[in-house]
């Protein structure tokens, strides 16, 4: 269920820096890890950070997440055409037992 | 490299069960250090989290709330693959359904790997 919250959209022009946010509660992002996907129309979502600020290998490092209080932050430096995506968050909610995802936010280069 | 595929009927009519399948390859469904899960997107409901199934030392099958009175994951072993059963199902059950792994012993963790996603849909 979408209870993290993400503006509906973002947007860049080439080689800018964007950042979405997703904030939480104390029983989400609070007190759990923070992951962030990336979804291209069509297709899977594909992990981009884990554990809050951990990159996969292969994902390029202008892909960077951070964490802080109830809150996380998904930043795109250097925005190149391939970025245009929808982009969510995801955490385990303790209260609810359940995971949690964000709203979801699209990101248009101009 | 790990890869997942789910398969299964792509309509569906309400009050039946919902039966999907996902095909793991690359990894065991009897890993004792990963989780496998089903998820489901709609534009009205968002991405729901429906389950998981994992091995640690015997079968354990976890699911949330929403819809615990509806739904079955099992594995199987065999042909290294686990199944989503969904009953009485509704228009409402109208999804993009995915099958998702999570790697770690850690239950706060969340997922790595997905599959591509069948769409499946309810109606008469």
């Known amino acids: 269920q979408s209870v993290l919250t993400q503006p509906p959209s973002a947007s860049g022009t080439p080689g800018q820096r964007v950042t979405i946010s997703c904030s939480g509660s104390s029983s989400n992002i609070g007190r759990n890890y923070v992951y962030w996907y990336q979804q291209l129309p069509g297709t899977a979502p594909k992990l981009l950070t884990y554990r809050n600020n951990q990159r996969p290998s292969g994902v390029p490092d202008r892909f960077s997440g951070s964490k802080s209080g109830t809150s996380a932050s998904l930043a795109i430096s250097g925005l190149r055409s391939e970025d245009e995506a929808d982009y969510f968050c995801?955490?385990?909610?303790?209260?609810?037992?359940?995971?949690?995802f964000g709203t979801g936010t699209k990101v248009t280069v101009l | 490299q790990v890869q997942l595929q789910e398969s299964g009927p792509g309509l569906v009519k309400p009050s039946q069960t919902l039966s999907l399948t996902c095909a793991i390859s690359?990894?065991?469904?009897?890993?004792?250090?990963?989780?496998w899960n089903w998820v489901r997107q709609s534009p009205s409901r968002g991405l729901e989290w429906l389950g998981r199934t994992y091995y640690r030392s015997r079968w354990y099958n976890y699911y949330p709330v929403s819809v615990k009175s509806r739904i079955t994951i099992n594995p199987d072993t065999s042909r290294n693959q686990f199944s989503l059963q969904l009953n009485s199902v509704t228009p409402e059950d109208t999804a993009v359904y995915y099958c998702?792994?999570?790697?770690?012993?850690?239950?706060?963790?969340?997922?790595?790997?997905w599959g591509q996603g069948t769409m499946v849909t309810v109606s008469s």
């Open positions: 995801a955490a385990w909610d303790g209260s609810l037992s359940d995971y949690v």
């Open positions: 690359g990894d065991s469904v009897s890993s004792d250090s990963a989780a």
């Open positions: 998702a792994r999570v790697i770690s012993l850690d239950p706060t963790d969340v997922f790595d790997i």
